[in-house]
């Protein structure tokens, strides 16, 4: 079965920088677009950050810009999640998500989720 696992997780102080994995199982992730999204309890789910299914273009949240990096290596099956200068409002669970259109263009073509990996932030 397909299974997206994002180890990584963790408590970061604010100001920190943490990086995220997502390792793909049962899926070829070169031939798929893949994206970052995050959840707070009782907040709907965030889009963070994406990238094609090459590497080439990228795309992120308002909220992250100039703070995260998304970045892939197909020959790893992996996608990755570089995020520097972390503020508490960075506090989420973090999903990376999977898009076989192999481009990004609406959060709705993201429909294979890991179980995610909880960030925390301290001030």
């Known amino acids: 079965q397909v299974q997206l696992v994002e180890p990584g997780g963790g408590l970061v102080q604010a100001g920190g920088s943490l990086s995220l994995s997502c390792a793909a199982s049962?899926?070829?992730?070169?031939?798929?677009?893949m994206g970052w999204f995050r959840q707070a309890p009782g907040k709907e789910r965030e889009f963070v950050a994406a990238?094609?299914?090459?590497?080439?273009?990228?795309y992120y949240g308002d909220s992250v810009k100039g703070r995260f990096s998304i970045s892939r290596d197909n020959a790893k099956n992996m996608v990755y999640l570089q995020k520097n200068s972390l503020r508490p409002e960075d506090t989420d669970v973090y999903y990376c998500?999977?898009?076989?259109?192999?481009?990004?263009?609406?959060?709705?073509?993201?429909?294979?989720w890991g179980q995610g990996a909880q960030v925390a932030v301290s001030s």
């Open positions: 998500a999977d898009d076989a259109t192999r481009v990004v263009v609406t959060t709705a073509d993201f429909v294979t």
């Open positions: 049962g899926r070829t992730l070169s031939n798929y677009a």
């Open positions: 990238i094609n299914y090459s590497g080439v273009t990228t």
